[in-house]
């Protein structure tokens, strides 16, 4: 822990003020990053889940959301993904300010198999998605009036794994649709007492769906991918985060030599709220 900054002013604080603050900044230092994540919750700042982060990452799933790989073929994607984010709040009649800056580096592998096999007329195939993250969160919080701390934390490693084992593909011409039940599991390292963790530390299960036209002749390209995720609790903390629903989309252009130029963008909401006694901070809803 480090030492409060002694708070300032025109008249010299009392020792027992000045003990009483000390006292408040101490544990504030001891707060957990899941409790900083909750007052921001109360703030009506974080739109979603425990520590602000939904389960599924929005950008992942876009150009060709709707196919699969002819049978007995393999599909390979990986992504890149980074996020600079930071967030001020402060809960309302709480004497407490919470800052965060938080930037992460996600390199994510999809791999899709599409099986021999038909069910119901479609194309079976089975999926995985791994992903390897590096985070860095900067979290300051501050006494209104008083003293502050700041703790910092770096972290890397493996993230939590995503695994479709059953992916139905029908195609119709020109259009094209996957219906999938995707299952994350809590692979990814966790510790709460971090301010920050590569894995979530919870499962959940999602169906979901993608659509994509496809014109082969003029290149002309749109997809939608769309789930609602299901969360289980938190063991460690007995935080309950509320379903989500999650939207992708593309439109796009197929250029000469494998470019592909267009726009994409996606729609996170929460749609039931947070529960459980680890939330008792922070019955949030999405908003």
């Known amino acids: 822990?480090?030492?409060?900054?002694?708070?300032?002013?025109?008249?010299?604080?009392?020792?027992?003020?000045?003990?009483?603050?000390?006292?408040?900044?101490?544990?504030?230092?001891s707060v957990s990053g899941a409790a900083i994540v909750a007052l921001v919750s109360a703030a009506g700042v974080v739109h979603a889940s425990e520590y602000g982060v939904g389960t599924y990452r929005p950008g992942q799933v876009d150009l060709f959301a709707g196919m699969l790989p002819a049978p007995g073929g393999v599909l390979v994607k990986n992504y890149f993904l980074f996020?600079?984010?930071?967030?001020?709040?402060?809960?309302?009649?709480?004497?407490?300010?919470?800052?965060t800056h938080t930037i992460t580096y996600t390199d994510a592998t999809f791999v899709i198999?599409?099986?021999?096999?038909?069910?119901?007329?479609?194309n079976w195939g089975v999926a995985t998605l791994?992903?390897?993250?590096?985070a860095d969160q900067t979290l300051r919080v501050t006494v209104i009036g008083g003293p502050s701390s700041t703790q910092r934390s770096t972290v890397g490693g493996f993230g939590d794994l995503i695994v479709s084992p059953l992916m139905l593909n029908w195609n119709f011409s020109k259009f094209h649709l996957v219906s999938a039940l995707m299952f994350y599991a809590p692979t990814g390292s966790y510790d709460r007492r971090h301010i920050i963790d590569i894995g979530l530390n919870r499962w959940a299960v999602e169906p979901n769906f993608g659509v994509t036209w496809l014109d082969p002749e003029t290149g002309r390209h749109a997809s939608l991918f769309a789930g609602y995720t299901v969360n289980a609790e938190n063991p460690s903390t007995h935080y309950l985060s509320g379903q989500e629903?999650?939207?992708?989309?593309?439109?796009?252009?197929?250029?000469?030599?494998?470019?592909v130029a267009g726009i994409a963008g996606y729609a996170v909401q929460q749609t039931t709220p947070d529960s459980g006694s680890g939330a008792n901070l922070a019955r949030s809803r999405g908003g």
Request: proline share 8%; charged share 15%.
């Open 245 to 259: 629903f999650h939207a992708d989309f593309v439109l796009a252009q197929h250029l000469p030599h494998g470019l």
């Open 83 to 99: 996020q600079d984010a930071s967030l001020t709040a402060q809960p309302n009649n709480a004497p407490v300010r919470a800052h």
């Open 113 to 122: 198999y599409t099986t021999p096999w038909r069910v119901f007329g479609a």
């Open 130 to 134: 791994a992903q390897t993250r590096i």
């Open 1 to 29: 822990m480090r030492d409060g900054v002694p708070a300032g002013g025109a008249m010299a604080p009392s020792r027992c003020t000045r003990a009483r603050r000390s006292a408040a900044a101490t544990r504030l230092l």
